[in-house]
């Protein structure tokens, strides 16, 4: 139990210092990549039906405290395309501080082209701008009593808050490029019923180009980039390349400017469920190993 408790003291002092204890963790390549709704709630209803999407991630050391982040999305089109509604859980820990993330969410799309049967994945082929919002609630919760730490104020209680989120987004999409913005809180921690509590609003661009080529089979290449900026924080910049191979297997490689590469392989086992597994490997804080996870989508109800 000592030794549990002193992995969870040494994880949580390093990254409270480093200040983002209440800073939402920036969704790893897969994650955004494939289901990019998470960052951007313009994206809702892009696709030609409704979309479940479930991701995790954790580092593969199993040390008490280290940072693992979920996510359970689900969204649909309505209106021909021109609308589109979805629902998102978030869930982030680290040491012993958690924030859970629930929003609901709505698109309005400016649709320039009206092109009938696209594949179910057809998000890429669909000329739009659109706009959207979110409204839902941010929990946090600082289990601080399990520190341990006597005689010292600060930590004599746990510390949970319930806090109001509203975001925004915008999207433009063409069948070679896209480039959206968004800001997942645009209120921060100003409703807080506690003054000292300070929650970090990160601002997502996230931009793209795709390239498709008929060597023997479709293949579609994408180089994209996610640039997150947060006051007081360094910019972290990610630059993905992926490769698609008509639906059936991907593979994909990234670079985060916190010293991370980023390694990834999907498969379509059936047209209508996504399989992706990614592994990142770490050059900092090697304590703590390297990360991976799986995001996995399926898709139903188009036509």
Wanted: charged share 15%; no cysteine.
């Amino acid at each position: 139990m000592k030794n549990r408790k002193n992995y969870i003291v040494a994880i949580w002092a390093v990254l409270f210092s480093q200040g983002i204890a209440f800073s939402q963790q920036t969704p790893l390549f897969p994650a955004y990549n494939y289901n990019p709704f998470i960052i951007n709630p313009a994206y809702a209803g892009m696709t030609p039906g409704s979309v479940v999407s479930l991701s995790h991630d954790r580092h593969t050391r199993k040390v008490e405290g280290t940072p693992t982040s979920s996510s359970l999305s689900f969204q649909s089109p309505l209106s021909n395309g021109r609308m589109g509604l979805g629902a998102a859980v978030i869930d982030d820990r680290i040491g012993v501080t958690s924030a859970t993330t629930a929003t609901v969410a709505y698109s309005y799309q400016l649709l320039f082209d009206l092109k009938p049967g696209r594949h179910v994945w057809g998000d890429y082929d669909k000329h739009v701008f659109s706009f959207g919002m979110t409204a839902g609630i941010q929990r946090l919760h600082e289990n601080l009593l399990e520190l341990g730490i006597a005689d010292d104020p600060v930590f004599a209680e746990n510390l949970s808050e319930t806090i109001p989120v509203i975001g925004a987004g915008i999207l433009y999409n063409k069948v070679g490029y896209y480039v959206g913005v968004s800001v997942p809180n645009l209120l921060g921690g100003k409703l807080a019923s506690r003054h000292h509590v300070e929650v970090v609003v990160p601002v997502y661009v996230y931009l793209g180009y795709r390239f498709f080529a008929d060597f023997y089979k479709e293949i579609m290449v994408t180089p994209n980039a996610l640039v997150k900026y947060e006051k007081g924080a360094p910019l972290q910049v990610d630059v993905n390349l992926s490769a698609n191979l008509r639906d059936r297997f991907e593979i994909g490689a990234g670079y985060r400017s916190s010293s991370s590469l980023n390694l990834l392989v999907g498969f379509y086992a059936v047209e209508q469920l996504r399989f992706v597994y990614h592994y990142t490997v770490g050059f900092r804080r090697p304590t703590l190993g390297n990360n991976h996870g799986i995001a996995l989508s399926y898709a139903f109800g188009y036509n």
